[in-house]
């Protein structure tokens, strides 16, 4: 799938989870672009062969960095834009197949599957508190003054 295709795809998924997730009409295009730059950073570093739990830590941090700006920005809940922005990196389908190959009793695939499908969901949560914990300690740091 070409570079194009996966940024109209994923815009269209953030977008359109943005309107299942009841968020305001005027930030679905920044639900939309949120996703759409988070999953251009997964796309290229897994297509260089950077992994793909790897590169779900570098799109979810980026998610929440674009997130806490458009939060600020707009003055909206950042919530609302890294929800719909990590959309498209949530394992589902690889949760999916794990079920499946338990169901069928191929347990070995089966806990490969689970523990995969495990690490990009924390790399996502990690992803996102790291991003958060860095804006944190940025205003922090900007807002003390300096003792003489």
Known sequence: ???????????????????????????????????????????????????PVL?????SFLIAFISQIFAKQYKMPMIIFSVAGVIPLV?????????????ENDYNTGIALAVKASMISGAIAVGLIFSEVLNYLLRKSGSQPTKQ
């Open 1 to 51: 799938m070409s570079y194009v295709e996966q940024l109209v795809t994923s815009f269209i998924a953030s977008a359109a989870f943005g309107v299942i997730f009841n968020a305001p009409k005027e930030s679905l295009v920044k639900c939309g672009l949120s996703g759409m730059f988070g999953w251009m950073v997964y796309f290229t570093l897994t297509d260089y062969g950077f992994g």
């Open 55 to 59: 590169g779900t830590l570098a799109a």
């Open 91 to 103: 394992p589902g389908g690889l949760a999916y197949d794990t079920m499946r190959n338990f169901v």
